[in-house]
């Protein structure tokens, strides 16, 4: 299994402002996602993100809002930018594991804006 | 596409029921299925998983069967505790991992 760390856990943003997630996982791994989870709802698959190369969006997720980076194996990160309280989730990176089929999670960040 | 239907909920329960929360799963190949649990204020945990027709899932005295002929992965535990209070969601994956909506459990002592 593979061990995520996800900061920050949480915070209070303010409208129009922007807010960067980062993710660290222990071991090299191939394939990391972002998710969106809103109150009360299941998780909604933003972007994969591959090592080298553009992160695949979702259909109704865009770079200019989430931005995302994936500098090497083991780190990544997503930007919530000009946030708006529609914005406000938990925010999930997950990563493939050595079965492919498996994901492991983030402990989330939870993002309120005001 | 793919997708998971998961049983309503939320279900309340007195500590030591039995549980069974009903998961069905469209797919047009051979996926795997999983349960994950989402604790207050947590991340996502992965509970349980199945390869294939027949497996069964166990973790924690949580039991799931994988059952090709009805699609379902149903997951099941003989005795609750206050503790498994949470949010499970089953999910599969083929070529993407498609979760269903979460049901929430609460145990009462």
């Known amino acids: 299994s593979a061990v995520i760390s996800q900061k920050p856990s949480r915070d209070i943003c303010q409208r129009g402002t922007s807010l960067t997630i980062q993710c660290q996982v222990d071991?090299?791994?191939?394939?990391m996602f972002w998710y969106r989870q809103q109150p009360g709802q299941s998780l909604t698959l933003i972007a994969t993100?591959?090592?080298?190369?553009?992160?695949?969006?979702e259909s109704g997720f865009v770079i200019d809002k989430f931005p995302i980076s994936r500098p090497n194996l083991t780190f990544s990160t997503l930007t919530v930018s000009n946030m708006s309280p529609e914005d406000s989730s938990i925010y999930l990176c997950?990563?493939?594991?050595?079965?492919?089929?498996?994901?492991?999670f983030g402990a989330g960040t939870r993002l309120s804006v005001l | 596409g793919d997708s998971v239907t998961q049983m309503e909920g939320p279900v309340t329960l007195s500590e030591e029921a039995f549980l069974t929360i009903n998961c069905t799963y469209t797919?047009?190949?051979?996926?795997?299925l999983f349960w994950y649990v989402q604790y207050p204020g947590e991340g996502l945990q992965l509970l349980l998983k199945a390869t294939k027709a027949d497996d069964k899932g166990s973790n924690k005295g949580f039991e799931a069967t994988y059952r090709k002929e009805t699609t379902s992965f149903h997951l099941e535990k003989g005795s609750v505790q206050v503790s498994d209070s949470a949010v499970y969601f089953c999910a599969l994956s083929e070529y993407d991992m498609r979760f269903g909506a979460g049901t929430r459990l609460t145990v009462k002592p």
């Open positions: 997950s990563c493939q594991g050595e079965s492919k089929n498996i994901q492991y």
């Open positions: 071991s090299q791994v191939t394939m």
């Open positions: 993100a591959n090592q080298g190369s553009e992160a695949t969006y």
């Open positions: 797919a047009t190949g051979y996926p795997s």
